[in-house]
């Protein structure tokens, strides 16, 4: 069974940073590409981020180029999301996938709030 754990999250003023991770378990994770992505109170799920399995080939929405850099250790089975230079607009839920089985396969998600 796929199993996707996020952590990380918190509460942070503006320009703050947080790192979130995900680890992974229930398939070859080194063997697949991962994302991440957010969900805003009371808006629809959005794209953040994606890397390759290798972790050599990285995206980012332009909301959040230059201040978020994902990553991931495959031997440790652990995705993550450096986020930086916090907004408030980067309040969200968030969560990692994996394209799986096919179908989309979430965590439980973590909870970052940027608040003054």
């Known amino acids: 069974e796929v199993q996707l754990v996020e952590s990380g999250g918190g509460l942070v003023q503006p320009g703050g940073s947080l790192r979130l991770s995900c680890v992974a378990s229930?398939?070859?994770?080194?063997?697949?590409?991962m994302k991440w992505v957010r969900q805003a109170p009371g808006k629809g799920l959005e794209w953040v981020s994606d890397?390759?399995?290798?972790?050599?080939?990285?995206n980012y929405v332009d909301s959040v180029k230059g201040r978020f850099t994902i990553s991931r250790d495959n031997s440790k089975n652990t995705l993550y999301l450096q986020l930086n230079s916090l907004k408030t607009e980067d309040t969200a839920m968030y969560y990692c996938?994996?394209?799986?089985?096919?179908?989309?396969?979430r965590g439980q998600g973590t909870q970052v709030t940027v608040s003054s």
């Open positions: 890397i390759n399995n290798g972790g050599s080939i990285t």
């Open positions: 229930g398939f070859s994770f080194g063997a697949y590409a």
């Open positions: 996938e994996v394209f799986y089985g096919g179908t989309q396969k």
